[in-house]
Structure formats: structure tokens, C-alpha cells
């Protein structure tokens, strides 16, 4: 049986916790505190698991924030992100810091490809979110040390950048690729991190699955870490804001 579950990373012990999204449970983002405005043309201070509404206070949980600062280009300049407060380059992102973990499961190994992150308005793919302007970023950094890099074996080939899904344009919002087999928390990679001299992108040398086999990994579990930073653009809350993820299994 193929599952896609999302986990929220706790940002007081680094523990991670279900997002019941088929019972109305998701991420809301907020100004310094639960409840809090994020005025128009800023980034939130604080990301939480809420209701779908953004308002029931039993649901209140906080997560790891990552607020978009710079946006970095695919030519190759890296974006930046203040996490929990402190200025990163997106490249230094520990997976444990991305407040949202989006896990694949299956009863047997698999490869997972074709895998794609879309935000919608929760009626349908092909519209944008209403009123705001999402930013998305893909950690791929298992290793708890901000000095280093991320792994060579990902989604994105051609830079450190956010990836911006904005209510005001025209055409459908345009899938964001993530990376192929990343394995369970994250830890597969390819040859290209091979050498010893990259052993330290993970924390131990036990953590690095042998063979490296990037997109040919096959798992009975593979994960995912996203960095997701929201900007209104209009006022008031914002429900018709959804997140889609699609894979393909084999």
C-alpha cells in the first residue's frame, strides 16, 4: 500500500508530528505569535500546525520557521532564509530546520520519480492560491551542521533558489520538481557525493547508504524537507491555500 503523509518539524525538540490534512489540519504562518497578522508585503515570523481555518487554538503547535529573505536565481546565485531567526544561505538549511516533512511510503521498496509540489486553492490544480504568494525551497542537507552543503543527488540542478508560486499570474501555477528516491530522512545521494571528502554532508559515516545510487534508490520510505514561506498580498486570512504533491512509483 502507497501512502504520501506530511510531518511538521517541532521547532522545541526537533521532533516531528502528523499533519491530519484529511481531518482539516495544515500549516498556518503568522506574524511574532500564533494569531498574528503578517502585514501585506511581508514574510511570516512564525509557522504553526492550525485548523483549516487558521483559528482553533487546541490545534496550536510551532514549527521550525524558514521566512524568505533573498530569492537567489537559477543561474546559480543562492537564496537566503532567516530560520528560527538567524540568516542562512539556503544551501546551509539543515532538513531538520524545513518545518515540513513529506514522506512516501510503500509496503515494499521502491523508486519514487516524476515528484512534483504544486500550491493550489484547494479546489483545483490548476488555480493559483488566493491572495498570496508562496515560496518554496527543497533541503536536501541531512547533515545538523549548517557549515555544510547540500547533497549533490536533488530536484534542483541549478542553484540554491526559492521557487515562487504567485497568485497574480495568469497561467497555472507550474510544478516545482523535487528530487528523485532521496530515501529514507533524506540520506540517498549519488556517486557524486562518493568522495571522502563529502562524508561530513551527513552526520556519520553509517548514514550513507551503500551503494549511492541517486535516482535508482529503491525504499520502502522516502522523505522530503521543505523550507515554505508565505506573503499576502491582499488582507485578511488566507484559506484557499493548499499544498498538492504527486509522485510516480515503480
Known sequence: MAEIKFYANINVDNSNKLIAHEQGSGLGFYGADYGVSVPIGSRQDSTWITNSTGTEASHQLKLHNNKFLTAGVSAGATGTVSANGSTLDLDKLPNYLAPLNIRFTHTEAVRVQNCKLRIFDRSNVANHASGVITYVFEARHPSNTITETNLDHRGATDGDYWTEFDSADSASPADMVFT?????????????????????????????????????HSSVQHDWYTAISAEPVTIGSKTDFGLYFTLEYL
Open 180 to 216: 528523485d528516491s532521496p530515501g529514507i530522512s533524506g540520506f540517498s545521494s549519488s556517486n557524486a557525493d562518493s568522495d571522502g571528502s563529502d562524508q561530513s554532508k551527513w552526520n556519520n559515516v553509517s548514514d550513507i547508504p551503500v551503494p549511492l545510487e541517486g535516482s535508482l
